[in-house]
């Protein structure tokens, strides 16, 4: 497969941890960005939000003790994105978007309002993204084909789920 996207350079690849799939009582506990160069940020946020089960087990072991409130969060990846309002990218942007809207404010984002869906992407180009999503094998078997080897990646860890979709994008568009 061999993408050839609209903008080539003012992109950013995005992943965000949040405490539910409800996002009328979630909260964003994590997010990492990386720019199309290599330059990466992951911040976690402060929250009093409860997480889900699912959450407790498999995101909060992942998450350190250095926090920043959501107002310090908003400065930081604002500096680090800058004022060239890059499209986002993001595996399945619609709750990585709507957390994001969340923490900045409708109309506030420091990217497009409008995210670049890789999931519809992969769907496009006759590939299941749910797949990839629902067994490890059928993962690494599409890692694999790109010469990506998905252990060097810690799943469901915003920055690292970033860094892989960086990395999949740039072989997808080579």
């Given at each position: 497969?061999?993408?050839?996207?609209?903008?080539?350079?003012?992109?950013?690849?995005?992943?965000?941890?949040?405490?539910?799939?409800?996002?009328?009582?979630?909260?964003?506990?994590?997010?990492?960005?990386?720019?199309?160069?290599?330059?990466?940020?992951?911040?976690?946020?402060?929250?009093?939000?409860?997480?889900?089960?699912?959450?407790?087990?498999?995101?909060?072991?992942?998450?350190?003790?250095?926090?920043?409130?959501?107002?310090?969060?908003?400065?930081?990846?604002?500096?680090?994105?800058?004022?060239?309002?890059?499209?986002?990218?993001?595996y399945v942007d619609n709750y990585d978007s709507l957390y994001a809207v969340k923490?900045?404010?409708?109309?506030?984002?420091?990217?497009?309002?409008?995210?670049?869906?890789?999931?519809?992407?992969?769907?496009?180009?006759?590939?299941?993204?749910?797949?990839?999503?629902?067994?490890?094998?059928?993962?690494?078997?599409?890692?694999?084909?790109?010469?990506?080897?998905?252990?060097?990646?810690?799943?469901?860890?915003?920055?690292?789920?970033?860094?892989?979709?960086?990395?999949?994008?740039?072989?997808?568009?080579?």
């Amino acid at each position: 497969m061999q993408l050839t996207p609209y903008e080539k350079n003012n992109l950013i690849f995005i992943d965000t941890e949040f405490t539910s799939l409800n996002p009328s009582i979630g909260e964003i506990l994590s997010i990492g960005i990386i720019k199309l160069s290599g330059e990466e940020l992951y911040i976690e946020i402060e929250t009093d939000a409860v997480p889900s089960n699912w959450v407790r087990r498999n995101i909060l072991p992942t998450l350190t003790d250095m926090r920043v409130s959501k107002e310090e969060a908003k400065k930081i990846i604002r500096t680090f994105v800058g004022h060239k309002k890059p499209f986002a990218v993001a595996y399945v942007d619609n709750y990585d978007s709507l957390y994001a809207v969340k923490l900045f404010g409708e109309g506030k984002l420091p990217f497009e309002w409008m995210t670049i869906d890789f999931s519809s992407i992969l769907f496009a180009n006759g590939i299941n993204p749910t797949k990839l999503l629902a067994t490890e094998s059928d993962a690494k078997k599409f890692y694999a084909s790109l010469g990506i080897d998905l252990s060097a990646y810690k799943q469901h860890h915003a920055l690292d789920d970033a860094r892989l979709l960086r990395d999949v994008w740039l072989r997808l568009t080579e």
